[in-house]
């Protein structure tokens, strides 16, 4: 008879304390949120939402997909590449106004700070993700960890 590890107590005080405190984090964060214009918060939020499922959702998949069968039998180092480009690609979401230089004067006159050096700090942490998942990728071939049993 296998052993079986034993399931997380879910519902545990602990757990039910730190989902009050983040549902008051939210409530908190959403009543800070929508002191200004509820309606064009609550048009950008739809917007977001409809951007990311109509355009950059089935971009990233197409894009997966072609990274996968370009793979051939050697999927598992999908992985080397998968992550870095995902949190790359965050990122550039969550930053791009600053990136793309699109809000850099109101950026000074709110933060005192110029925008000036976020496209070259993004390409340096997206060079150091990229760098840090090859080295991974080579110590574990060269130890022969390779993900995939037969791959080399």
Excluded: N
């Amino acid at each position: 008879m296998p052993h079986r590890t034993p399931r997380p107590v879910l519902g545990s005080p602990f757990h039910l304390l730190v989902l009050l405190c983040s549902f008051a984090l939210c409530a908190y964060a959403g009543v800070r949120l929508l002191d200004g214009d509820p309606f064009l918060i609550a048009l950008w939020f739809a917007g977001a939402a409809l951007v990311h499922d109509l355009v950059l959702l089935p971009l990233y998949a197409a894009a997966d997909r072609a990274l996968v069968k370009g793979a051939g039998r050697r999927r598992s180092w999908v992985t080397y590449v998968r992550v870095p480009a995902a949190l790359s690609g965050l990122l550039l979401l969550v930053w791009f106004p600053l990136i793309s230089g699109r809000v850099s004067e109101r950026y000074e006159g709110v933060a005192g700070q110029s925008a000036a050096g976020y496209p070259a700090r993004w390409l340096i942490v997206t060079a150091v993700l990229f760098g840090g998942s090859a080295v991974v990728f080579a110590v574990r071939v060269r130890w022969g960890r390779a993900v995939g049993a037969g791959e080399g």
